[in-house]
């Protein structure tokens, strides 16, 4: 018996507001620090996704599940639409399998969508091109790579230019090298001093990475912290800070004296730039400079004029904030318009600024709304308290508006319209915050009210909803009479006539049971928090997204509570949190000679639990009365609780779970039965000291 099986295909989510646009690539953390506007107007933008490398988040032991980085790239069009003819809908994760920890790895994106990295190696720096498969690209440099020779090791910036061409920079102490490649990746050896050219910087250049932008005429500009001598106490008693400072280079690498003071310019410390901050220059030789103030979580543009004074015709002073997001790469258009790339909320996030500073109301949201789209794979689309359009488009997803008046269409596929509190869709006597479902199809797609108490549909009161039209037979209202205490009245509008349509199959207000056979079923649940039952047999049960409940009933069961999802990994709501339940001793257990034991994979530690309360278990102990013993086996890798002491029909209770429990298994992942206080009887009641009689 199979019951809800799928295949899982590549997915992303794109959010798109108003001048802004992310990317979430894996459902992991993404991240982009290079960005490239191409001669047809395509915007660029590259960086690394995380994908979990083994194990998984809530197994046991320090190191029981880990992460790997891909190198990744997305390509939108001028207007900031994810571009459908390049890598998969706009989006293409190169499998790199890089270790984070993996120091001064830095990568960049060339015109044509390949991925360009660097790290140290060596005797100097290694620079190689990938294709998507993850290969390396043997038409570039030497076999798919070029090694600069240097003995400079610290900060490192790449850079890829409109033309293809690449400038890699290595910083050391009082130096710093950039070296010219060509699109293929051989050295530019008409730049600089054989395709090399030493910035000759002054010795207090600090730690940290460093930004590089070289001018056609092979001037270059440095950002980089530098160590400045400050006054402390007493003007004899100095200390060193770091300080963002930009440097101005000629073409033969001497400082450029005319720039700023002496060819330096300090940003105060209050401007939030750090040893991350990004540097370009405009054709008009202005500065921009773009970096993240950890302390107020607020992300920074500065434009500079040429000669390092504030350009003052630029946002507020010369400053444009960009919200709470962690800026790595700028880059400006021929027209002027500004673009930026970095970090937002986990994944790419893109913004482009007029020329002025403004947001570029041209790019991103064309309506001025907020959209959240999937794309064609199961997408589990969550919105914020804003008022947001989702669209799942092709594949069974999961739509949460949460708060707001959201408007939500599941595109084609099975698919889930997901509420957990009143106020993500609802009524007042004086307004509404009413969602709206656009193609709701009562045949396949469900509405999840499972968190809310209904208990079905009726006349809208006492627990019930009410199903209502409209007199032009239109939309279609789901609906509660009774206001909490809020005020607050649920209240769902499908477009629609679907009256006769809506039932306790599709407005699902219950965890559903889904029950196997006496014989051994394979059962996979949805992404709707269910009830999987077993029964009899040897059986193979996985929940599936959710927080199921999963009774392995009689029989040598696997249990696994499901594919928790790579979002619900950085979100701790609790919807993916599972229970496998025992219901009788004969569900799990050993004689002398045979096992019927339950087999638990993929046993979240943090939020997944084990009940046993109806065994009349109490606690951990030695197993015998009512505790449970856990024991482990180190040649079968699991974790064994069991009970010692066998019933009358020579049965004793026992599960097993996969890996080593032993130091991580406690109490909040169990539910045991109340312990009964022992009354006895007869006893003389304990007095207290006060009514003693001396």
Known sequence: MNTNASTSVLTHTVTTGVGTVSVDLTGQLDYAESVLVNSNGQILVGGYSQHLAWGYPGAPGEESYGYELDHSVVRLDPNGRPDTAFGEGGVDVVPASIDLEWDYDIMAVQPDGRVVAAHSVEGGIRVERFNSDGTLDSTFGKDGAQTIATDLYGGMDLKAQADGTVYVSIRGTGQVEVTKLSSDGAVITGFGDQG????????????????????????????????????????????????????????????????????????????????????????????????????????????????????????????????????DAVTVQADGKIVVAGLHNLDFSITRLNADGSLDTTFGSQDGKVH?????????????EAAELINGFAGDDVLQGNGGQDVLTGGAGADIFRFTD?????????????????????????????????????NGHNGTLAVQTNAEGTRTYLKSYDADASGHRFELVLDGNLASQLNSDNVVTARPVIEGTSGGDTITGSALSEVINGLAGNDRINGGAGSDILIGGQGADQLNGGDRGDFSYWVDDHQDDDIFRYLSTDDSYRTDSKSFVDLIIGFAGPSDKIDVSQLGYTEFGDGTGTTLKMAYNGELDRTYLKDVDADNQGHRFEIALAGNWLDVLNEDNMVFAPVVPVKVVGAAATLDPSHYIA
């Open 196 to 327: 090399t050219l030493a910035l000759n910087t002054t010795s207090d250049l600090g730690s940290g990475d460093i930004s590089t932008s070289v001018q056609p005429d092979g001037s270059v500009l440095l950002g980089a912290l530098y160590m400045v001598e400050v006054p402390h106490d007493s003007p004899t008693d100095i200390r060193f800070v770091d300080k963002y400072a930009l440097q101005r280079f000629m073409p033969d690498g001497e400082l450029d004296i005319r720039f700023g003071d002496q060819g330096k310019l300090y940003l105060d410390t209050a401007l939030g730039f750090r040893s991350d901050s990004e540097v370009t220059v405009q054709v008009d030789g202005k500065i921009i400079v773009v970096g993240h103030d950890i302390a107020s979580s607020v992300s920074s543009v500065l434009r500079l004029n040429a000669d390092g004074s504030f350009d003052t015709s630029f946002g507020e002073k010369g400053m444009v904030t960009i919200g709470d997001s962690s800026p």
């Open 372 to 384: 959240i789209d999937g794309y064609v794979g199961q997408d589990i689309l969550r919105g914020t």
């Open 422 to 458: 009143i106020a993500d869709s609802y009524r007042t006597s004086t307004g509404q915050a009413s969602d709206r479902i656009l193609d709701f199809d009562a045949s396949q797609d469900r509405i999840d009210l499972i968190g809310l108490g209904f208990t079905g549909l009726g």
